[in-house]
Structure formats: structure tokens, C-alpha cells
């Protein structure tokens, strides 16, 4: 059952290019659309919002704030995010005209399910991103996105991860097709590059050997920190929670910008610290800075492990150890970008002699607060 792995993690990480294709498919039209035609969720629903709030726990969060530079991209709505578990006892301003949209793997989280009953009777709209048919949050939201990842074993995310990440992507896109926001050549060209992206992840997954020997390599460390900017700040606070979640270690995720405003402190002589390189094709300013600050990091003695676009030459001189991925469009990045990270923390966590699909203290589906 576990496919010739000896982990489930290791296998279902494999899985991520099937997983991403199955939750495209029918999605994708042929002339470059996307088609949502789930049970309870219309074009007609997505109107009149004029705010979308995401609400999730964990790494469906980090999902959600990649989700938040995309739909405030392509749709020009305001979007928040926020962990289920503030979101529920605070007094969100929310109406009839808000969305607000719940991701959950299990669709059993308690947190969320709360904050989805909180918002259904402020009469906001809900719409359940969610892996598992027929479960609870599903059933209590006005609409359902399935991301057919199929069943997740471990009990830390991965593939789940890249399903939640893409339902995101296509509902950014659905709400600026449906508003008008987006004429359609543009929504088509966004079509076109999400049609390849399982292939890119595959080609990802090729490439990532190096990044076990690299991992196993620092089994001893006592702390790693991951930088990132722009999607790459929420990819960076996914690789730190799967590192401590396997591997049981010290990891921190920072946005690149808020080093000098303290996290800095933290780097002395030898800490490995992981960046995540937007494309310089992409935002040019935001990738000059993140060269910037790896150069301060490096000065301070760091050890760094650079993950960054191939074709980007600028960053060479200053990684330590450097880890390619495919080119894609700047959004779509994390697809991509998250895959050598899951791949280091199961290697770190294997290196210390843990069991990767059932690590201390965690349960897959967290029906208490
Ligand atoms: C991390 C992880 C958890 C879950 C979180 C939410 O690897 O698995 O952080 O993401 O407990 O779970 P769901 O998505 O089932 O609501």
C-alpha cells in the first residue's frame, strides 16, 4: 500500500504531480477558462462580494495567504486571512456580501468548522475548499471545491498542500473571470501555464535528489531558519512547520524584509538558513532585495541553502548550496517551490531516525480546540 516506500510521506510526496493534475482536471476548459460547475457554487454567487476573508488552521493556512496575494492580484478585492482559531472568537466584520472561504484537508477541523458556522450566521457566504467528500465543513458551507488529492496518510500535509494551494489559484481566477476583472486572453494565458504545471512538478521531483544528501548533512543542526518574500513568505513558514513537525527542530519562516527588525539576531556562524527566491522575472525590485538580504545573512556567517528559478544566475555567488526549479509564472511559484522543503525536513527527520508519517503529539484531523 505504500507503493514500494517506506513511508507514506515519501510516497505521497511522489504523488504531487498526479495529485495537481487531478485537481485541474475539468477545471481547465479547452478555449481558456476556468470551470467551476461544482454542486451549490455559481458564477452569479461571486457577483456581488465585495471582501473575501480565508479562514484555516495550519498548513491550510499557509495556503490561504498564498491564496491572498493571488485573489487581491487578479481580482482587486480586499482579502484577509486568519487562523480559525482567532477568527472564531474575535468579531470579524462580516455581511452577506463577504466571502469567506474555509480550507481544511479533513473537513472535521473544529476550529474552522466553528469559524464557518460563525460566518454562516453573520449571513457571509462560505465556500469550503476541502479534501475529504461529505465531511463536516462541506456540509456546513454554501459551497464546496474538492481538491481529490485522495486520501493523505501521513499526518503531516504534502500533497494536500499543492491541491489546497491550486483550488485557491482557480478560485482567484474564477472570481476575476466572473467579475470582469480579468479580460479573457488574460485568464486564458493563466490557463494555459496552470495546464503545465504538473509536468514542472514533476520535473521538480527529478531534480530534488541533491537536497537529501543536503539535509542528511545537517541532521545535527539545533536550529534552521527559512526567508522568504511575496508567495515565497508563506512557502517559507510551510518548509519551517514541516521541519518542526518532523524533524522536531528548531525552524522559524520570516518574511525576507523583517529580518533587520530583529530575526537577524538569531543568525550566527554556521546556521543553515533556506531562501526562497522569487523569479527575477517576475518582480525585479523584489528579487534584487532578497539578493541583498542573503548577502547580510551570508556576512554573518550563515550557511545558504538558495532555492531559486533556473536561469537565475545572480544568486549563485552567495548560496551555499543551491537548489533549481522550473520557471513559472511568479504566483504559481509555491507549487513548485514547496517541494524541495518537504523533501528536506523528511530526509532531516529520517536522518534522525524518526517516524516521518506519525510524528509525536500530532493528530491528522484536530476535532478538538
Ligand atoms: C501540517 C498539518 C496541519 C493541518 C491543520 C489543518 O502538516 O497537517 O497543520 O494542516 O491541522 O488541518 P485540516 O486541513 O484538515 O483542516
Not at 533556506?274 to 547580510?296: C, F, M, T, W
Request: charged fraction near 25%.
Amino acid at each position: 500500500e505504500k507503493g514500494g516506500f517506506p513511508y507514506f510521506m515519501l510516497k505521497e510526496i511522489s504523488e504531487q504531480p498526479a495529485v495537481l493534475a487531478d485537481t485541474l482536471r475539468g477545471r481547465l476548459s479547452a478555449e481558456g477558462s476556468i470551470v467551476l460547475d461544482e454542486e451549490r457554487l455559481s458564477g452569479e454567487d461571486f457577483r456581488d462580494i465585495d471582501k473575501v476573508f480565508i479562514v484555516a488552521c495550519g498548513t491550510a493556512y499557509h495556503a490561504g495567504l498564498i491564496a491572498k496575494y493571488a485573489i487581491e492580484h487578479w481580482t482587486r478585492l480586499p482579502c484577509e486571512v486568519e487562523m480559525a482559531s482567532e477568527f472564531r472568537y474575535r468579531d470579524p466584520v462580516l455581511d452577506r456580501s463577504t466571502l469567506v472561504v474555509a480550507i481544511s484537508q479533513s473537513g472535521e477541523t473544529l476550529d474552522t468548522l466553528m469559524a464557518v458556522k460563525h460566518a454562516r450566521e453573520q449571513k457571509a457566504r462560505v465556500l469550503a475548499i476541502c479534501n475529504t467528500n461529505g465531511s463536516t465543513i462541506p456540509r456546513e458551507s454554501d459551497a464546496v471545491l474538492y481538491t481529490r488529492c485522495g486520501p493523505e496518510v501521513g499526518v503531516a500535509a504534502t500533497k494536500t498542500f499543492l491541491g489546497q494551494v491550486a483550488a485557491c489559484l482557480l478560485v482567484g481566477l474564477f472570481l476575476a473571470q466572473a467579475r470582469g476583472v480579468l479580460y479573457g486572453d488574460e485568464v486564458g494565458a493563466y490557463v494555459e501555464k496552470l495546464q503545465k504545471m504538473p509536468d514542472l512538478v514533476a520535473r521538480t521531483l527529478s531534480t530534488v535528489g541533491p537536497v537529501r544528501e543536503l539535509a542528511r548533512s545537517l541532521a545535527g543542526a539545533k536550529a534552521v531558519l527559512f526567508l522568504g518574500r511575496h508567495v515565497g513568505y508563506p512557502v517559507a513558514l510551510e518548509g519551517a512547520l514541516k521541519l518542526k513537525e518532523l524533524a522536531y527542530m528548531h525552524a522559524e519562516g520570516f518574511p525576507a524584509g523583517e529580518l533587520k527588525h530583529g530575526p537577524i539576531a538569531l543568525v550566527e556562524q554556521g546556521v543553515p538558513v533556506v531562501v526562497v527566491v522569487p523569479s527575477p522575472r517576475g518582480r525585479a525590485v523584489l528579487h534584487d532585495k532578497i539578493v541583498s538580504n542573503i548577502q547580510e545573512v551570508r556576512a554573518r556567517g550563515a550557511r545558504m541553502i538558495v532555492i531559486a528559478e533556473e536561469g537565475d544566475h545572480q544568486v549563485e555567488p552567495f548560496a551555499d548550496h543551491l537548489i533549481r526549479v522550473p520557471a513559472t509564472p511568479s504566483l504559481f511559484a509555491p507549487l513548485v517551490t514547496t517541494i524541495p522543503l518537504q523533501v528536506f525536513a523528511c530526509e532531516l527527520a529520517l536522518a534522525r531516525g524518526l517516524d516521518v508519517d506519525q510524528p509525536r503529539n500530532l493528530a491528522k484531523s484536530v476535532t478538538v480546540e
